[in-house]
Nanobody, 129 residues
Framework: QVQLVESGGGLVQAGGSLSLSCAAS????????MSWFRQAPGKEREIVAALSRRGITTYYSDSVKGRFTGSRDNTKNTVYLQMDSLKPEDTAVYYCAAAEDQSYLGIQYYTRAGQYDYWGQGTQVTVSS
């Protein structure tokens, strides 16, 4: 089992920044590809960013590319999401997720929610206009 705990959400004005963290415990963190998803009211959960287990390769959705930056520190068992130039449409509950990656190179990331085994409880991000 992997336990994931997000933190750092809150209320910010449009154009502002927030930094989210997700602390993992329970298994070897570097064995897992990590990601950030979000879900707005009445909408499906969508991928925001994904990172390979070594952090070498990353993916960003078109809606956040150039504004959000994902990173991970395998020595601290933590994944981060730096969100800049926030927009009201970024308002959502943000979740981190973990998927075991047994590939040798460790450069795989996953973009579909069904590919993830473990999820955090979510943290609310609200961007006011």
């Amino acid at each position: 089992q992997v336990q994931l705990v997000e933190s750092g959400g809150g209320l910010v004005q449009a154009g502002g920044s927030l930094s989210l963290s997700c602390a993992a415990s329970g298994r070897t963190f570097s064995d897992y590809s990590m990601s950030w998803f979000r879900q707005a009211p009445g909408k499906e959960r969508e991928i925001v960013a994904a990172l390979s287990r070594r952090g070498i390769t990353t993916y960003y959705s078109d809606s956040v590319k150039g504004r959000f930056t994902g990173s991970r520190d395998n020595t601290k068992n933590t994944v981060y999401l730096q969100m800049d130039s926030l927009k009201p449409e970024d308002t959502a509950v943000y979740y981190c997720a973990a998927a075991e990656d047994q590939s040798y190179l460790g450069i795989q990331y996953y973009t579909r929610a069904g590919q993830y085994d473990y999820w955090g409880q979510g943290t609310q991000v609200t961007v006011s206009s």
